[in-house]
């Protein structure tokens, strides 16, 4: 049978109220300042009960990077840290954010004898206490104007959070972006934002995603593997357009995800490849040039904007949209949710080991270390059993043991694992074996709460 979730009913009020809102954002998205067409329907409550994300407009993308470009060739071919051209950038999408209803706050610091900025847009309302972040790093290299890298990811970020203000979206989670100076000179900027975060802060913060070069020329589709909620909700996206994705592995920890997770914050995030060059077999599902680099013009003067694929731009632009949806808009599960399998299962006399199955989903990160496992198993003489909970990738917590000298019936209690180590979301087991002749039971009802 399906494990039943015991938990409160959603708030119908709140949900109805939040479509309405992205029904009127729909009607936005289709007026004259965003050509793109939609490639699905704007508004609609999806199955899991998020909300769907609006298409990311191409052409709206598009135009941030022309800016970036022209930022770049007024101030010396360049946006670099330390530089007239990264600090215009930084003016420019601040603007934006600031018009379209953002709480902006820029952050300085001081690398190597220049004065760098981080510029954070905060959204208003959603749950302070769960933050979900979204971030780009806003510097080139000096030797050019930075398109690519990563002109395109400020710009998807930026363009996000504008489509969040048209929406006027009311997530549950507390929405924040972020755009990181001095990410080329090593992720100066976002490890300088992490190590100033006050600590209470810092355990707000649900999770981070990145995205650095989305939009190289001989694209790849590369998602970072690490937090499996986020990286579920972009293979999810990728699978629903029918493009393969594949694990990114040409660096990880080479871009500003790398200072979240280090203090350990789950973090996730797109990338269509620098310098490794392109094998065959992926020319062969992603198209372009096998045995090129991703981007010939990776960190050199010619990455300008017509070193953009806008097929990958623009995809990579709404997988994002869809996750800040997705992940941003989920009704925080209550804390002390439990899952129960109420299927009695028979434990046979001093034989093998029976399972009973609970299936965790739509949790995010680990399980608590104090999680509590509920265990009701009619039994006539209890000491003949041995108990475990098994964890989705199969470890064994050993919950009880047998005892001769235990004659009392039943196992009806409440044991507490510190399960902090596995992951919350999956296939979680009861294994019970009877281990001495005569009496026997059955596994009445067991349930895990979180
Ligand atoms: N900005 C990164 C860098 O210059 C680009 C990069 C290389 C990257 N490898 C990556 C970004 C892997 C994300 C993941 O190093
Ligand atoms: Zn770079
Ligand atoms: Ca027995």
Redesign the pocket.
């Known amino acids: 049978m399906t494990p039943s979730r015991s938990s409160l009913p959603r708030s119908i009020a709140r949900r109805t109220a939040a479509v309405a809102l992205v029904a009127v954002a729909g009607l936005l998205a289709a007026s004259p300042t965003s050509s793109a067409m939609p490639d699905r329907p704007a508004a609609a409550d999806v199955s899991d009960g998020t909300l769907a994300a609006p298409d990311i407009p191409l052409s709206n993308v598009k135009a941030h990077l022309t800016q970036f470009q022209s930022i770049a060739t007024a101030n010396g071919g360049n946006r670099a840290h330390g530089r007239t051209g990264y600090k215009a950038s930084l003016d420019y999408v601040k603007a934006k954010l600031d018009a379209a209803g953002f709480t902006t706050t820029v952050q300085q610091f001081t690398y190597s004898g220049s004065t760098g900025y981080n510029l954070i847009a905060d959204w208003p309302g959603g749950d302070p206490n769960q933050v979900l972040m979204a971030g780009a790093h806003l510097d080139s290299v000096s030797s050019g104007a930075g398109i690519n890298d990563n002109g395109s990811g400020s710009a998807a970020v930026l363009e996000t959070a504008l489509a969040v203000s048209r929406a006027q979206l009311q997530p549950t989670k507390h929405l924040r972006f972020a755009w990181w100076g001095a990410e080329e000179l090593g992720l100066v900027g976002s490890r300088y934002y992490v190590n100033n975060l006050p600590s209470t802060d810092r355990a707000r913060v649900s999770g981070y995603i990145n995205l650095d070069m989305v939009g190289s020329p001989n694209p790849g589709y590369f998602v970072y593997d690490d937090d499996p909620a986020i990286e579920k909700v972009f293979k999810d996206w990728y699978a629903g357009i029918g493009v393969p994705t594949e694990i990114e592995t040409e660096g990880d920890g080479r871009s500003d995800h790398a200072s979240f997770k280090n203090v350990g914050i789950p973090v996730g995030g797109l990338f269509t490849g620098a310098s490794r060059t392109k094998t065959s077999a992926q020319a062969a599902k992603w198209g372009g040039t096998s045995g090129h680099a991703f981007d010939r013009c990776y960190h050199s003067s010619c990455d300008t904007t017509t070193n953009i694929n806008d097929t990958a731009l623009d995809r990579n632009s709404d997988a994002l949209a869809h996750a800040i949806w997705t992940l941003g808009t989920a009704e925080p599960l209550p804390p002390g949710e439990s899952y129960e399998n109420t299927t009695d299962v028979a434990i046979p006399?001093?034989a093998a080991a029976v399972t009973s199955a609970l299936t965790v989903s739509g949790r995010t990160g680990n399980a608590p270390a104090a999680l509590r496992v509920g265990v009701d198993i009619k039994h006539t003489?209890r000491g003949?059993l041995v108990v475990d909970l098994l964890a989705p990738d199969g470890t064994a917590y050993r919950l009880k043991n047998s005892s001769s000298s235990d004659s009392a019936d039943n196992v009806i209690t409440t044991y507490t694992v510190d399960a902090s180590s596995e992951t919350a979301n999956g296939t979680w087991r009861l294994r019970v074996q009877?281990v001495?002749?005569?009496?026997?039971g059955y596994i009445d009802s067991w349930k895990l709460t979180f």
Do not use: I, R
């Not at 001495?436 to 026997?440: L, N, R, S």
């Open positions: 006399d001093n003489w003949d009877d001495a002749a005569q009496d026997t």
